[in-house]
């Protein structure tokens, strides 16, 4: 069985606090759709549409957003809290191969998060697509692999969580690369998304939290 070490460094709760950072994406990507001019479907319209820096058919659909520079940066943003949370994470499990693998990958996808930021679909659509596709790929592999070795450390709800999140992620983006009917394109590529990203977020919290416990108990 693997065993979990929450140590009191500052690090720990750092790297915790990073990856619970990524809300962050949500809540800009929601403002950037306020504006009346964006008009957005988020069955219809892929998410890569919110950092296009001019209104044009996007995905056989017409669609602004004004807001596109904060779309941009947000990505860019989640993406190098997410490296280096995954840097800084990693003394949570024992050093072995599958640890390295796991946020390895995480920070493959957040290199790949950076990329969409600095390649808009519109500029330059084969990099943003690769790099789109790298983010949901290896953040659901990662998610799927930490699942995995929560269960063997005896978390058993946050491994089936992560465990889920990261196969539903994983089908979705497949059939999301399978181009459906593009009525359903925005609402696949979400659901390839939004399962990882939020138990990157939960498990963040989770990590800061513990490293905050055990400060506070090393203090007594």
């Known amino acids: 069985m693997r065993e ?31 504006p009346r001019a964006s008009s957005q479907n988020l069955a219809e319209h892929i998410i890569s549409a919110l950092g296009d820096t001019r209104c044009g058919l996007i995905g056989g659909f017409r669609f602004c957003s004004p807001w596109h520079e904060a779309a941009d940066i947000a990505w860019i943003v989640g993406g190098v809290c997410l490296i280096l949370g995954a840097l800084l994470n990693t003394v949570v499990f024992p050093p072995d191969r599958l640890r390295n693998l ?47 070795m929560l269960r063997q450390a005896d978390r058993p709800y946050w491994g089936a969580a992560g465990i889920l999140c990261g196969l539903t992620s ?7 690369a399978l181009r459906p009917d593009p009525h359903v394109q925005g609402l696949f590529e979400r659901i390839a998304a939004w ?23 090393r203090g007594r």
Do not use: K
């Open 4 to 34: 979990l070490t929450f140590t009191a460094s500052r690090s720990l709760a750092a790297g915790g606090l990073l990856w619970a950072s990524l809300a962050q994406i949500f809540v800009v990507n929601n403002a950037v759709v306020l």
């Open 102 to 148: 796991a946020f390895g990958v995480l920070a493959v996808s957040g290199v790949g998060l950076v990329s969409t930021g600095f390649n808009p679909y519109n500029l330059r659509p084969a990099v943003h697509l690769l790099s789109a596709g790298t983010c949901f790929f290896c953040g659901a592999v990662g998610v799927l692999l930490l699942g995995g």
């Open 170 to 176: 994983i089908i979705s983006a497949t059939l999301t």
């Open 195 to 217: 399962p990882s990203v939020v138990w990157v977020i939960c498990f963040g919290a989770y990590i800061a939290f513990s490293a905050r416990r055990a400060h506070l108990s």
